[in-house]
């Protein structure tokens, strides 16, 4: 049976960004229902929007946005899953490499995202609406975690609960954010963001793998 070093002893970076994330998610939906407009305002000011990043306007929001969530749900999902896959990727990779895997991986989504949509759905509504929420970096993550855990089985959720090995169900997922980009695009949900994310945390795991010192126990 084998597996791999930990280069950190803690998961420190992954409680941080669960942190940060639900405290501007905590004020964010207490100011949905309290001030509908200044959410709105917060949402259009720091948003990934497409046109802007096809244009390289403000490409901060590409960071920005990844902080941001509609709502409780969409919050307690995105930090439930990173709860789930970011401690173990974050001690095998080292909180360096992992910082990198996250943030990257959401920048990428991001860019994904509009340039999906602006030669595919070039659609104004779409072009100008913002994108929120750290999904993007997740997927990456997630990537990482069908890449070095390929056989520990999960538990996910597709209509119904599936448990698979992970390189599996962690495909599969990404198989299907795939046709939903394509055949939903005016959903509310940014597909092709995970999928962006998904590829740019794949093929990170797949530059850092190689260097990753594995450790075997005779049973």
Known sequence: MAGYVARTSNANATWI?????????????QLKYSSPMDFMQMVSEF????????????????????FLHSGFVHL???????????????????????LLLYFLSGIIAGLVHAYFIYFFFP???LLITPA??????????????????????????????II?????????????????????????VAYAAH?????????????FKPSLKRIHHYI
Do not use: C, H
């Open 17 to 29: 960004i669960i942190g940060i994330n639900t405290l501007i998610g905590i004020y964010l939906i």
């Open 47 to 66: 948003g990934a929007i497409p046109i802007l990043t096809i244009n390289w306007i403000q490409p901060y929001r590409l960071i920005t946005s990844m």
């Open 76 to 98: 307690a999902l995105n930090m439930f899953a990173l709860f789930i896959f970011g401690p173990d990727i974050e001690m095998v990779l080292g909180k360096t490499r992992y």
């Open 123 to 125: 659609y104004k509504r």
């Open 132 to 161: 929120i929420g750290a999904s993007g970096a997740i997927y990456g993550v997630m990537a990482a975690f069908a890449v070095i855990f390929p056989f520990r089985r999960i538990m996910v959720f597709m209509g119904f609960p």
């Open 164 to 188: 698979a090995p992970a390189l599996l169900a962690i495909m599969l997922m990404a198989i299907l954010q795939t046709i939903y980009a394509f055949f939903d695009p005016f959903s509310q």
């Open 195 to 207: 999928v962006g994310g998904f590829i740019a945390g794949l093929l990170m795991t797949f530059m």
